[in-house]
T-cell receptor
Framework: AQKITQTQPGMFVQEKEAVTLDCTYD???????LFWYKQPSSGEMIFLIY??????QNATEGRYSLNFQKARKSANLVISASQLGDSAMYFC??????????????FGKGTRLSVIA | EPEVTQTPSHQVTQMGQEVILRCVPI?????FYWYRQILGQKVEFLVS????????KSEIFDDQFSVERPDGSNFTLKIRSTKLEDSAMYFC??????????FGDGTRLSIL
């Protein structure tokens, strides 16, 4: 079974608009971490934002915020004021316990975001 | 400045040859990982390395693969007898306690 599901293979957004990229996850552990990475066409993986399962507030990092709905097991990425440079693949990933230790990340299939001028 | 440098950025190799991919951390890290991304697909975990030994590996990481940290700094992934399906982007990632994993820029491996 898929642990991380990203249902949007591709998304378009107008420059300066906000966009939400969906991510749902599957785990039976109460302790886990959720991550979003950006992969531009050049190929590198850039860490964007992290949400811990016990965090009381939704994570925010500049124009990125995470809409964390624990009961729904969703961790959607919201990008505000989209810029042309935001065009990239976006991957949601999860880390199961021990979250602070050595467990590898499990990735979703990604969403390709295209920002239109 | 990236926390980790990967070399080479692109490697083209004949099928059946051995390749060594290198990862050089900028600062001290406890945990090292190798991931693979076949073109157009998701990132897949290969192996993790802690305290100079493998701590976890996926089913992809079979006898064809090996990792080591020969000089206490560089972290290498060796692929023996490469196959066409080994063509992929290979990422090294570094981790510390309570920190997200930071990825290198990757090595694009092309097997001909």
């Amino acid at each position: 079974a898929q642990k991380i599901t990203q249902t949007q293979p591709g998304m378009f957004v107008q420059e300066k608009e906000a966009v939400t990229l969906d991510c749902t996850y599957d785990t039976s552990d109460p302790s886990y971490g959720l991550f979003w990475y950006k992969q531009p066409s050049s190929g590198e993986m850039i860490f964007l934002i992290y949400q811990g399962s016990y965090d009381q507030q939704n994570a925010t990092e500049g124009r990125y915020s995470l809409n964390f709905q624990k009961a729904r097991k969703s961790a959607n990425l919201v990008i505000s004021a989209s810029q042309l440079g935001d065009s990239a693949m976006y991957f949601c990933a999860m880390r199961e316990p021990p979250v602070s230790g050595n467990t590898p990340l499990v990735f979703g299939k990604g969403t390709r975001l295209s920002v239109i001028a | 400045e990236p926390e980790v440098t990967q070399t080479p950025s692109h490697q083209v190799t004949q099928m059946g040859q051995e390749v060594i991919l290198r990862c050089v951390p900028i600062s001290n890290h406890l945990y090292f990982y190798w991931y693979r991304q076949i073109l157009g697909q998701k990132v897949e975990f290969l192996v993790s390395f802690y305290n100079n030994e493998i701590s976890e590996k996926s089913e992809i990481f079979d006898d064809q693969f090996s990792v080591e940290r020969p000089d206490g700094s560089n972290f290498t992934l060796k692929i023996r007898s490469t196959k066409l399906e080994d063509s992929a982007m290979y990422f090294c990632a570094l981790g510390q306690l309570n920190q997200p994993q930071h990825f290198g820029d990757g090595t694009r491996l092309s097997i001909l």
